[in-house]
């Protein structure tokens, strides 16, 4: 079936340390890669998105890459703030399919001055 | 952001009883998506609605009913609440659900269900 693994956390960085959270997924057809963010008490935001192979999401300098050939999404910043701290979810949708979303299990994000 | 509510925000209830939770948009958008929120699992999609009184299961609908008679409001009741159902619940909005083309989900806050 259709599923998307991300790397458990928590993610524990200092500011401005390299980000990285890798994301596969498995679906037929294909799929929309996305990733979401969740603040604390917070609803989910999309952060990027992409839409085909070799598409590259990028916003707030977070950035992410659609791997066909690997089946990846891997979420990536090069320097991170204390404000990015929350969960990431990386998540897909297949055409035709009324737009549901398939989520990972999140990724805690956690960083420290 | 988008115009989005959810009611109530929190909840506490007894197993065995009903409850009803409210997701209400100003958006006017077609798509609407009940998720639940729950440690190692992400979201998973409750059920959903492609237009007024069309709604479908998703992949963790037992337990579950849902209701769409108007645009902005989607309703989902759990007609004898069990502790399993102890959750956070989203409510999504989508303005279009098919082909290619992306379009994007939006979420409500939440609300926080407590199942005793």
């Known amino acids: 079936g259709n599923s998307v693994t991300q790397m458990e956390g928590p993610v524990t960085l200092s500011e401005e340390a390299f980000l990285t959270i890798n994301c596969t997924y498995t679906?037929?057809?294909?799929?929309?890669l996305f990733w979401y963010v969740q603040y604390p008490g917070e609803g989910l935001q999309l952060l990027l998105k992409?839409?085909?192979?070799?598409d590259k999401g990028s916003n707030k300098g977070f950035e992410a890459t659609y791997r066909k050939e690997t089946t990846s999404f891997h979420l990536e910043k090069g320097s991170v703030q204390v404000s990015d701290s929350a969960v990431y979810f990386c998540?897909?949708?297949?055409?035709?399919?009324?737009?549901?979303?398939?989520f990972g299990a999140g990724t805690r994000l956690a960083v420290h001055p | 952001d988008a115009g989005i509510t959810q009611s109530p925000r929190h909840k506490v209830t007894e197993t065995g009883t009903p409850v009803t939770l409210r997701c209400h948009q100003t958006?006017?958008?077609?798509?609407m998506y009940w998720y639940r929120q729950d440690p190692g699992h992400g979201l998973r999609l409750i059920h959903y609605s492609y237009g007024v009184k069309d709604t479908d299961k998703g992949e963790v609908s037992d337990g579950y009913s849902v209701s769409r008679s108007k645009t902005e409001d989607f309703l989902l009741t759990l007609e004898s609440a069990t502790s399993s159902q102890t959750s956070v619940y989203f409510c999504?909005?989508?303005?279009?659900?098919?082909?290619?083309?992306?379009?994007?989900?939006?979420f409500g806050p939440g609300t926080r269900l407590t199942v005793l």
């Open positions: 958006e006017n958008h077609r798509y």
């Open positions: 999504a909005i989508s303005e279009s659900g098919g082909g290619r083309s992306y379009n994007e989900q939006f």
């Open positions: 679906a037929t057809g294909y799929p929309s």
């Open positions: 998540a897909l949708t297949l055409s035709g399919g009324y737009n549901k979303l398939i």
């Open positions: 992409a839409t085909k192979a070799d």
